[in-house]
């Protein structure tokens, strides 16, 4: 997981903001942990995926995204990290709807809304952050211009799950956990990469392939294996393989 430490497109954090980073959850199971950050590793738990650190500090990332709901402030970043790989292994496109946020599921899609101005955006979460303080959510540049919150750099908001991996806002979260599920355990500009993970999985895996993409004008090969119709089999396959040496394996909509 490509991981990095993100502020504010604007670096100046005001005092008001500075509130504890504790999640407001709508869904049950994800409130035990929340989005707060832990000392220690949190311990494996059945359906979850792996815990990550970041400096001294463990994140748990929840299964899924079913209800839920949080407030607090929003900040975005921008060309300091534009081309870098986010940690869905994509590249960060500043100008694409998109954002980090430290624990809903790679791929989810949220609906953010400022508070102070009704303005709402619809963004994909495709990276992990925001790693400061009092933050629940880092914007890319476009979606923060949907917000009208360039100059100021950050803004009180609410986040609403829209739609699990793969789903297309707006709509009913729960309609979104049935489809054509797959897990990618890698991406590669070089194709010659890609064939040799494919092999490796091949050898143990049915249904290992190779989804070719491009982003910004840039092709990529990525690295997938297994078909699951719902998302609570692809999770436990995405558990499995995380087990077996591929920490960076996760949930893709087909």
């Known amino acids: 997981m490509n991981i990095s430490r993100k502020a504010s ?5 005001r005092a008001g903001f500075l509130v504890p980073p504790c999640l407001a959850l709508a869904l049950v199971l994800a409130a035990f942990l929340g989005g707060c950050a832990t000392k220690k590793i949190p ?13 001294n500090d463990w994140y748990q990332p929840i299964p899924d995204a079913r209800g839920y709901v949080e407030t607090g402030t929003a900040s975005w970043y921008g060309p300091d990290f534009h081309g870098k790989a986010t940690a869905s292994g994509e590249p960060y496109d500043m100008e694409a709807l998109t954002a980090a946020h430290k624990t809903l599921p790679l791929g989810t899609r949220v609906r953010v809304t400022r ?14 952050g925001p790693f400061v303080s009092g933050r629940v959510i880092d914007l890319s540049r476009a979606a923060a211009r949907a917000l009208d919150m360039l100059g100021p750099g950050t803004a009180e908001v609410t986040v609403e799950a829209l739609a699990a991996p793969g789903g297309t806002p707006p709509g009913d979260v729960n309609v979104y956990y049935s489809g054509n599920f797959s897990i990618q355990v890698g ?31 840039e092709t990529f090969y990525r690295v997938r294996v297994g078909r699951a119709r719902t998302l609570d089999k692809a999770r436990e396959f995405e558990h499995t393989l995380h087990k077996k040496g591929y920490p960076q394996a996760f949930i893709v909509a087909e």
Do not use: W
């Open 43 to 55: 311990p494996p738990r059945a359906g979850y995926p792996r815990a990550y650190r970041i400096g």
């Open 187 to 217: 991406a590669f500009k070089d194709p010659a990469n890609a064939d040799r993970l494919l092999a490796s999985l091949s050898s143990i895996y049915e249904d290992a392939h190779v989804a070719k993409g491009e982003v910004n004008g």
């Open 115 to 128: 508070k102070d101005n009704g303005r709402t955006v619809a963004v994909r979460i495709n990276d992990r």
């Open 9 to 13: 497109g604007r670096q100046s954090v």
